[in-house]
């Protein structure tokens, strides 16, 4: 799960946590509403920001990639994956 807050244009503070597929999920679902809502009012605009986000997150030399240091509050709690049996995939 994950939560934040901005204070002037910036996250002021932010807490994440669950395991690495849940925060992918988080994240995959946030850039799904964005490009939901772009496409509800143009379709060609909704392409244009999928195709740039794409670029983007391929780029390994992507300004998206570079660590800083945060001036925030930041919250990070992994969680172990949960053992799955074998009745779960049935």
């Known amino acids: 799960?994950?939560?934040?807050?901005?204070?002037?244009?910036?996250?002021?503070?932010?807490?994440?946590?669950?395991?690495?597929?849940?925060?992918?999920?988080?994240a995959t679902f946030l850039v799904h509403a964005i490009y939901s809502m772009l496409a509800q009012s143009n379709?060609?605009?909704?392409?244009?920001?999928?195709?740039?986000?794409a670029l983007m997150a391929a780029d390994l030399e992507s300004p998206m990639w570079e660590k800083?240091?945060?001036?925030?509050?930041?919250?990070?709690?992994?969680?172990?994956?949960k053992e799955e049996k074998i009745d779960d995939k049935l």
């Open 68 to 81: 800083d240091a945060p001036d925030c509050l930041s919250i990070v709690q992994t969680a172990k994956p």
């Open 43 to 53: 379709e060609g605009v909704a392409k244009m920001f999928q195709a740039h986000f």
């Open 1 to 26: 799960m994950m939560n934040y807050k901005t204070k002037d244009g910036k996250v002021a503070e932010l807490s994440a946590q669950g395991s690495l597929t849940e925060l992918l999920s988080d």
